[in-house]
């Protein structure tokens, strides 16, 4: 079973920057994955920020893609995000998901967040 730990959110000023990351744990290479970051405003729908698939092409949504920067460790099995000048619409609980498919079972893995707060 994967797992995933969210890590690095906090409080930071707007045009401030936080680096998140997510410890990924239960994988094997058998598999494939993709790796994904998506954020929840409070009151709103959890939306896409940013994926690193399994083919390497990363993408960002149109809201961060000057100010973001995703990428990952193997080595240390752990997926980043950076985002540099935040903004207070920045503001939500950040979460880590992780799908895997190719030689195994299709399947979704989400993490339990990390809060990032972007006061103006």
């Known amino acids: 079973q994967v797992q995933l730990a969210e890590s690095g959110g906090g409080s930071v000023q707007a045009g401030g920057s936080l680096r998140l990351s997510c410890a990924v744990s239960?994988?094997?290479?058998?598999?494939?994955?993709?790796m994904n970051w998506f954020r929840q405003p409070i009151g709103k729908e959890r939306e896409f920020v940013s994926s690193?698939?399994?083919?390497?092409?990363?993408r960002y949504a149109d809201t961060v893609k000057d100010r973001a920067t995703t990428s990952k460790d193997n080595a240390k099995k752990t997926v980043y995000l950076q985002m540099n000048s935040r903004k207070p619409e920045d503001t939500a609980m950040y979460y880590c998901?992780?799908?895997?498919?190719?030689?195994?079972?299709?399947?979704?893995?989400w993490g339990q967040g990390t809060q990032v707060t972007v006061s103006s």
């Open positions: 998901k992780v799908t895997r498919f190719g030689a195994c079972p299709t399947s979704h893995f």
């Open positions: 239960g994988t094997t290479s058998d598999c494939s994955y993709d």
């Open positions: 690193i698939p399994a083919d390497g092409s990363i």
